[in-house]
C-alpha cells in the first residue's frame, strides 16, 4: 500500500504539479450468495485488503484529467452526457460523474491519478472498487459529504448499467463502500437493511485462487441467468425469487424449459445457504461454513453452469485435500475459487493446487491470502 501511493503521489506531482487529497477502495470477496442479488435475496460480502487508490484535486475547469497507472493510459473530458470518453476504464469515471450529477450532485473539473492491486478479471471486482473510490471522493470534494452511502454504491450500479454495459445488482458496489475491518456483510437485497458479521477466524485463512482465466461480462451469459430467473418468477406471479420455494418451482416444472429451472432452482436453495451460513458463524461453526460454501460450487456448477473445467478441477483439488471449503466466486466463467483453509493445510494447499494445476493446463494458477478489510474511505496523511 505504502509503495503504491508514493507512486500515485509521484505521478499526481509530475503531471499536475500541487497535491491532491488521497482515497482508497477495496476489492470484494464474497463468502457464499452467488447470482442473489439480482433474484432480491441475500448476499454475504466483504472488503479485502487490495484496493485501488487515487489522487484527486479540483483543477477549475470544466472537464477532468485522469491518468491510470496500471494502464499507462490519459483520458481527458467533459462532464456532458456528450462527452463520453472511449477507453472503456474512464468510462467508468465518467459515469459516476455524470450519476452524481442525474441525481442533483455536484461534479466540477479535477485531476486524478489511480493505481490498483485489485487482480484484474479475477472477480474481486475491480470496477466497483473503481466506482467507489471516485463515487465517495467526489462526494467529500464536491458535496460535502452529503451523498449517502447506499446512494454511493447506487451510484456505482447505475454507472455499471447506463455507462458500461453490465447489467449487475448492487452487491459489489456495496461491499466497496460498506466494507468494515474482521467483518462480513448479510445484504438483504430487496429491503436493503444489512448486518455486520464478525469474521476473523483464527484457525483459518481465506485463500483465492485464480485460475488465470479471464471472463467479460457484457453480452455474456450472465445476463441470460438474469432473465432465466425473471422468466421463472414471472411464471409464479412473484417480484423475484426470493419469494419462491422449491415445493412452487417444482408445480411449475411442466411448464417451464428445463435450464430455467435449474437456473431458479440454484437460486432458491443458494438463498438458504445464506442464512445457514449466518447461523454457523455465530455459532463458531467452520466446518458448517466449508460444507455450504462446496454445495455452492456444486450448484454454480451442475445448475447454474456459470463454472468451467479449470474451476471446477481446483474444487476438486481443495476437496481431495481437505479444505474446509472452496467454490467458484464471482461472477462466473472463469476468476478464482475462494478457499477456506485450515492453517496447518494453507501451505501444502498452495503448493499442491499450483503443480496440479500447471500440470492439466501449462500455466499456473495466482495465489492471494485476502484479510477482511475496510471499504471507501479517505486517507489521511
Not at 325 to 343: D, E, P
Request: one cysteine or more; hydrophobic letters at 35%; aromatic letters at 10%.
Amino acid at each position: 500500500m505504502e509503495s503504491m501511493k508514493a507512486e500515485i503521489q509521484k505521478v499526481f506531482k509530475e503531471r499536475f504539479g500541487e497535491a491532491g487529497a488521497l482515497y482508497a477502495s477495496a476489492g470484494r470477496i464474497n463468502l457464499i450468495g452467488e447470482h442473489t442479488d439480482y433474484n432480491g435475496g441475500f448476499v454475504f460480502p466483504g472488503a479485502i485488503d487490495k484496493v485501488i487508490m487515487a489522487e484527486i484535486k479540483p483543477n477549475g475547469l470544466e472537464k477532468v484529467r485522469v491518468f491510470s497507472i496500471d494502464i499507462d493510459e490519459y483520458a481527458e473530458f467533459g462532464l456532458k452526457e456528450e462527452d463520453a470518453p472511449k477507453q472503456s476504464w474512464a468510462r467508468y469515471i465518467f459515469g459516476i460523474c455524470r450519476e452524481i450529477q442525474k441525481r442533483g450532485g455536484e461534479v466540477k473539473g479535477f485531476d486524478a491519478v489511480f493505481a490498483g492491486n485489485v487482480p484484474l478479471g479475477a472477480g474481486l471486482s475491480s470496477s466497483a472498487a473503481l466506482e467507489s473510490c471516485f463515487a465517495f471522493a467526489l462526494n467529500d470534494l464536491f458535496n460535502n459529504n452529503k451523498i449517502d452511502k447506499f446512494e454511493l454504491a447506487k451510484i456505482g450500479q447505475s454507472t455499471e448499467h447506463n455507462y458500461c454495459g453490465v447489467n449487475c445488482g448492487i452487491m459489489d458496489q456495496f461491499a466497496s463502500v460498506f466494507g468494515r475491518k474482521g467483518n462480513l456483510m448479510r445484504l438483504d437485497c430487496r429491503s436493503m437493511e444489512y448486518e455486520y458479521f464478525p469474521f476473523n477466524p483464527q484457525d483459518y485463512k481465506l485463500v483465492l485462487v485464480d485460475s488465470r482465466v479471464k471472463h467479460e461480462l457484457k453480452d455474456s451469459p450472465y445476463n441470460k441467468r438474469r432473465e432465466s430467473c425473471e422468466r421463472v418468477a414471472k411464471r409464479l406471479g412473484i417480484d423475484t425469487l426470493r419469494d419462491a420455494t422449491m415445493e412452487q418451482l417444482e408445480a411449475i416444472k411442466g411448464d417451464i424449459t428445463a435450464e430455467d429451472y435449474f437456473r431458479a432452482k440454484f437460486v432458491i436453495e443458494e438463498k438458504q445457504r445464506v442464512l445457514d451460513v449466518c447461523d454457523a458463524l455465530n455459532a463458531g461453526d467452520y466446518e458448517t461454513v466449508g460444507k455450504k460454501m462446496y454445495e455452492t460450487h456444486a450448484g454454480l456448477s451442475k445448475d447454474y453452469e456459470v463454472s468451467c473445467e479449470e474451476l471446477d478441477f481446483l474444487n476438486d483439488v481443495a476437496k481431495t485435500l481437505g479444505v474446509t471449503g472452496s467454490r467458484i466466486m464471482g461472477g462466473g466463467f472463469g476468476g478464482c475459487t475462494i478457499n477456506l483453509v485450515k492453517n496447518d493445510l494453507h501451505d501444502d494447499f498452495i503448493k499442491i493446487a499450483v503443480e496440479k494445476f500447471n500440470e492439466k493446463y501449462g500455466h499456473e494458477p495466482k495465489i492471494y491470502d485476502v484479510v477482511i478489510s475496510d471499504g471507501a474511505r479517505k486517507i489521511e496523511e
